[in-house]
């Protein structure tokens, strides 16, 4: 594993910095294999981002994206992280709609959801039961509790090491969720975190040891590269 982690003066040069570093990726994909197959983040901090990489003129037809966790809700539903993505990136860019590939919420049961999109995944990637493809470019973040995805402590979903997607827990809402295995095959993870709040997180998660299941973000350690990008007021816990 490749272990990069910057320090950005403010929230616009993390945002630079990330644009940066997934046109390369996506680039360099689509000249290795033919395309790119990015899995998406929640919340407000790659939303810029997104909105950047929609600026992009890129080969859309040649880019297949994803979603690393979803909220239990409908896919219209403001809460809803693939609505989010739609809204300030691929909406307004030329992307088929084919190579959208959101997180299904609409069985009224999680756990058929996660097994119908774990199907998915192994059919596009073409991977056996029991096998776990590799993203080119997976995007996270942590929340206050170190949570990533929908990885929260000390839940199940923590655990599973012999599947691709599984159904997290928030305060005994469900969600959907990449598993631990399936994150740490990718090719690059890339980690945003920006905001002071975010500091006792990252300190247990930096340290040389720490509880896993108290903070899960220690658990992501990809084979490819992982990259942390931080704001300075999030960077003042690794300084």
């Given at each position: 594993?490749?272990?990069?982690?910057?320090?950005?003066?403010?929230?616009?040069?993390?945002?630079?910095?990330?644009?940066?570093?997934?046109?390369?990726?996506?680039?360099?994909?689509?000249?290795?294999?033919?395309?790119?197959?990015?899995?998406?983040?929640?919340?407000?901090?790659?939303?810029?981002?997104?909105?950047a990489?929609?600026?992009?003129?890129?080969?859309?037809?040649?880019?297949?994206?994803?979603?690393?966790?979803?909220?239990?809700?409908?896919?219209?539903?403001?809460?809803?992280?693939?609505?989010?993505?739609?809204?300030?990136?691929?909406?307004?860019?030329?992307?088929p709609?084919?190579?959208?590939?959101?997180?299904?919420?609409?069985?009224?049961?999680?756990?058929?959801?996660?097994?119908?999109?774990?199907?998915?995944?192994?059919?596009?990637?073409?991977?056996?039961?029991?096998?776990?493809?590799?993203?080119?470019?997976?995007?996270?973040?942590?929340?206050?509790?170190?949570?990533?995805?929908?990885?929260?402590p000390?839940?199940?979903?923590?655990?599973?090491?012999?599947?691709?997607?599984?159904?997290?827990?928030?305060?005994?809402?469900?969600?959907?969720?990449?598993?631990?295995?399936?994150?740490?095959?990718?090719?690059?993870?890339?980690?945003?975190?920006?905001?002071?709040?975010?500091?006792?997180?990252?300190?247990?998660?930096?340290?040389?040891?720490?509880?896993?299941?108290?903070?899960?973000?220690?658990?992501?350690?990809?084979?490819?590269e992982?990259?942390?990008?931080?704001?300075?007021?999030?960077?003042?816990?690794v300084?």
């Amino acid at each position: 594993m490749k272990k990069v982690v910057e320090v950005l003066a403010n929230r616009e040069q993390l945002i630079d910095r990330s644009l940066e570093i997934v046109l390369s990726k996506i680039s360099e994909a689509i000249a290795e294999r033919g395309l790119c197959t990015i899995a998406a983040a929640g919340g407000s901090t790659p939303e810029p981002l997104y909105r950047a990489i929609a600026a992009q003129d890129l080969p859309w037809d040649k880019i297949h994206v994803f979603w690393g966790d979803e909220r239990y809700v409908p896919l219209e539903h403001p809460d809803s992280n693939q609505k989010m993505a739609r809204l300030a990136w691929l909406d307004r860019v030329n992307i088929p709609a084919s190579n959208i590939h959101p997180m299904p919420t609409g069985a009224g049961d999680p756990a058929a959801d996660a097994e119908a999109h774990q199907t998915e995944l192994q059919q596009f990637f073409k991977v056996s039961e029991g096998e776990f493809p590799a993203f080119d470019i997976i995007l996270l973040g942590i929340g206050d509790d170190a949570h990533t995805a929908s990885l929260f402590p000390g839940t199940a979903a923590l655990e599973v090491r012999d599947a691709l997607v599984t159904v997290g827990n928030k305060d005994g809402q469900p969600r959907i969720t990449f598993t631990v295995p399936l994150i740490n095959r990718a090719r690059c993870v890339m980690f945003m975190v920006a905001g002071a709040s975010k500091q006792p997180a990252l300190a247990q998660i930096f340290a040389p040891a720490a509880d896993e299941m108290t903070y899960p973000a220690r658990l992501v350690q990809p084979e490819g590269e992982l990259w942390w990008l931080l704001d300075a007021a999030a960077g003042e816990a690794v300084k």
